[in-house]
């Protein structure tokens, strides 16, 4: 990954992929988001991510693009901030 002084992060061959901090409209209402503790960054806004509660109320972020792209990790740290994988959902 390269970032250049616009604040865009580009994949090699994948193209550029815009920073951002903020969760998407319909994420926000998602009561698991809330529960991460920490801001998603991209995975806010992206997809293929999704988040799980354990009967304990736990959250954590799972992406579902690494069950078959395997340059993705499967628990991403957050925040994510730049993504190769990443699509607007």
Do not use: I, Q
Not at 51 to 57: F, I, S, W
């Amino acid at each position: 990954m390269v970032s250049d002084r616009s604040g865009h992060r580009s994949a090699g061959s994948g193209g550029t992929v815009p920073h951002d901090e903020g969760m998407a409209d319909g994420v926000a209402g998602n009561e698991g988001w809330s529960k991460l503790g920490a801001e998603p960054g991209l995975c806010g806004r992206c997809r293929h991510a999704k988040v799980n509660e354990t009967r304990k109320g736990t959250a954590y972020l799972r992406c579902t693009r690494a069950a078959w792209d395997e340059r993705l990790p499967r628990y991403p740290r957050l925040p994510v901030r730049e993504c190769v994988g990443f699509e607007p959902g």
